[in-house]
């Protein structure tokens, strides 16, 4: 019989949990009893209790301060709901929601013929080809049209339902000079203290995409030691 053998310093194993928002409390109360010396890593994501034990709360949470103690954050729980806008965009698709905790208050999905044929999109074409046809010229008006209504409809949700406290955004870094570069532009910028970066695979954009960003936004993740 042939024994499985583990290095001196193969990593520990574990088991991994996923929650949800509403068991936020619930879980940093438990790892907080457990490992009360946890401290959040510099990215303020996680709190890391040695090499086998981590918290990493939803991205909707609180926001966790890099360091952190896991003590410090629960004390500051749970923390009342908080609007949010998700914003998806990619060529020729955009969709995006605003939310006031779990409420979905505004939502829009659009889609526009702005890919060739090959599958490349036409503002990107351009930065390689010569003089476009009328196919290609259509696909960019297209695409103009499609940022300028993007930041149009964000800008009429700022203006009807006010700033929202958290943005969160998955758009290629191709996208975002040519959404900045729109007129009017989007009513947040890319370092705004509040915008983040959706941290996921985002499929072509639209209403049961952005559904299920917005359903991972809400979702932890708690690794243990294995049993």
């Not at 940093?28 to 510099?42: G, L």
């Not at 981590?54 to 908080?82: D, I, M, W």
């Not at 947040?188 to 499929?203: G, I, K, L």
Request: aromatic share 8%; glycine share 8%.
């Amino acid at each position: 019989m042939v024994l499985a053998m583990v290095a001196a310093d193969d990593p520990p194993a574990r088991r991994a949990v996923r929650f949800d928002l509403a068991d936020l409390v619930e879980q940093v109360e438990a790892f907080a009893a457990r490992w009360p010396d946890a401290h959040a890593d510099d990215s303020g994501r996680t709190f890391v209790a040695g090499p086998s034990a981590t918290l990493r709360v939803p991205l909707l949470a609180p926001r966790v301060q890099p360091r952190e103690s896991v003590t410090g954050y629960l004390q500051r729980l749970p923390g009342g709901p908080e609007t949010c806008v998700v914003v998806l965009l990619q060529a020729g698709a955009m969709a995006f929601g605003y939310w006031d905790g779990d409420e979905l208050l505004r939502h829009k999905a659009v889609r526009r013929y702005v890919v060739r044929g090959s599958g490349k999109a036409q503002p990107l074409h351009r930065k390689t080809a010569g003089k476009s046809r009328y196919g290609s010229r259509l696909r960019l008006q297209n695409w103009r049209r499609l940022l300028v209504e993007t930041n149009e409809r964000l800008h009429a949700c700022w203006r009807e339902l006010g700033p929202p406290e958290r943005v969160f955004v998955a758009i290629p870094v191709r996208v975002w000079s040519d959404l900045a570069d729109a007129v009017p532009g989007p009513p947040f910028a890319r370092d705004d203290a509040n915008v983040q970066r959706v941290p996921m695979h985002v499929h072509r954009p639209d209403f049961a995409e952005l559904r299920r960003v917005h359903g991972w936004l809400r979702h932890g993740r708690l690794e243990l030691p294995a049993t």
